[in-house]
C-alpha cells in the first residue's frame, strides 16, 4: 500500500476505487490505497488502523461483527462506501464517538436497473436462454419449451419505497405494471404516481405477481421474506431481490422454487457472499443470478467514492458531514 504527504488528515482506504476518486484522496489527505484491492484481514486492518485518523471502508469488506468496537482510538471517522451500513455497527459507534457516513442518492439509479434486469432476466429466462446459446443446445426448443413468464401489464409489489424502491416503480410503469407497495411510511399522494399502498407487507403479498426487495437490511426485514410470507404470494410469483440477501430465508425461497410455488427468482445479493452463499442456488434453471451488481458502473462507483470524499473533508472542517449516521 501507498501513503503521501505530511500533515494533513490520515485515511486508510481498504479496497481499490475509481482513479479520480484515489487522485483526490491523494492530494487532499495522507491517503494509503489498496492498489491491488487485496481484502484485509481484520488483524491487519487493526494493527494497520493505528496509524489513520479516518478508514474507507465497503460493504465488501467482510469483517465481521465488532469492528467499530475494536478500532484504534486514532480512528475518527469511518465512511462506507455503500448505501447500506449494516456491515457496521451505528450504536457502537454512537458510544465511541466515531462517525459513520455513508453514500445515499448516488447509486439509486444503477441499483433499480439493476432490479429491473433481475425481473426480466428471471422472468422471461435468462439464465437457462444464455446457457442454451452457449452449450449449443438451441434446436432443443419447440414452441411450447422453454418458456418465460410475461412481465407487461402484470402486479408488482414493492418492499421498502425509499429512493431505490420509488425508482423501480417509474421503471415498472414503462412496461404497464400494476405498483402496489408497503414501507414503514407511506408516500404523500403526489410521489405515489397510482400505486397502491399497503398498510403491512402481509396484505400486500396476495397482490404481487412479481415482488421486489428494495428495503434495508434491518432487525425487523432480516429474514422476511420467509416461508409464512412466500406462502401469501400468488402460486407462480416471481421474487427480486437488489437489497441484501439476508432479508431472504434462503431454505424457505429455495423450497418455493424447487416445489413451483415460485416460479422464478432473480437475485443480486446473497446471504455469505461472495464465498458462502447457498450452493443450492447455483443448481436451480429458474434462479436468474448476479454478482451484486448494483452499484457497478464507473460513473456511479466513483460518484460514491466522491460521496465518501465530500464527508470526510467536511468531518475534518469541523462541519456535520451531510451523511452523517451518527448523528442525533
Not at 98 to 104: L, R
Not at 134 to 149: H, N, S, V
Not at 200 to 215: G, K
Not at 303 to 328: K, Q, S, V, W, Y
Request: contains cysteine; negative net charge.
Amino acid at each position: 500500500m501507498a501513503a503521501n504527504g505530511p500533515s494533513r488528515p490520515r485515511i486508510l482506504a481498504t479496497r481499490k476505487m475509481m482513479p479520480d476518486v484515489e487522485a483526490r484522496l491523494q492530494q487532499n489527505f495522507v491517503a494509503t490505497l489498496n492498489p491491488d484491492d487485496r481484502q484485509l484481514s481484520r488483524q491487519e486492518l487493526m494493527e494497520l488502523a493505528a496509524s489513520y485518523d479516518g478508514l474507507i471502508l465497503t460493504s465488501f469488506d467482510k469483517l465481521g461483527p465488532g469492528l467499530i468496537a475494536e478500532l484504534p482510538d486514532s480512528i475518527k471517522i469511518v465512511a462506507t462506501h455503500s448505501v447500506g451500513y449494516d456491515h457496521l455497527n451505528i450504536a457502537e459507534a454512537k458510544a465511541r464517538g466515531i462517525a459513520v457516513t455513508n453514500t445515499p442518492d448516488v447509486l439509486t439509479d444503477a441499483t433499480a436497473d439493476i432490479a429491473i434486469l433481475l425481473l426480466l432476466g428471471a422472468a422471461r429466462g435468462a439464465s437457462w436462454g444464455d446457457r442454451m446459446v452457449r452449450e449449443k443446445r438451441w434446436g432443443e426448443t419447440c414452441l411450447i419449451d422453454p418458456l418465460g413468464f410475461d412481465v407487461s401489464g402484470k402486479r408488482l409489489g414493492i418492499l421498502g419505497m425509499g429512493r431505490i424502491g420509488q425508482a423501480v416503480a417509474r421503471r415498472a410503469a414503462g412496461f404497464d405494471m400494476q405498483i402496489h407497495y408497503h414501507s414503514r411510511h407511506r408516500l404523500d399522494p403526489a410521489s405515489e404516481h397510482g400505486a397502491t399502498y399497503h398498510g403491512t407487507f402481509e396484505s400486500m403479498l396476495p397482490h404481487c405477481d412479481f415482488l421486489s426487495i428494495n428495503c434495508a437490511s434491518t432487525e425487523e426485514t432480516r429474514g422476511i421474506v420467509n416461508a409464512k410470507h412466500i406462502g401469501l404470494l400468488p402460486d407462480g410469483a416471481i421474487v427480486v431481490n437488489s437489497a441484501r440477501g439476508d432479508i431472504v430465508d434462503d431454505d424457505a425461497l429455495i423450497g418455493a422454487l424447487i416445489s413451483g410455488k415460485l416460479a422464478a427468482a432473480g437475485l443480486d445479493v446473497f446471504t455469505g457472499e461472495p464465498t458462502n452463499i447457498d450452493p443450492r442456488y447455483r443448481t436451480l434453471d429458474n434462479v436468474f443470478l448476479l454478482p451484486h451488481l448494483g452499484s457497478a458502473t464507473p460513473g456511479t462507483r466513483s460518484a460514491m467514492g466522491h460521496r465518501c470524499i465530500d464527508n470526510l473533508e467536511a468531518f475534518f472542517r469541523g462541519e456535520r458531514p451531510g451523511d452523517l449516521l451518527t448523528g442525533d
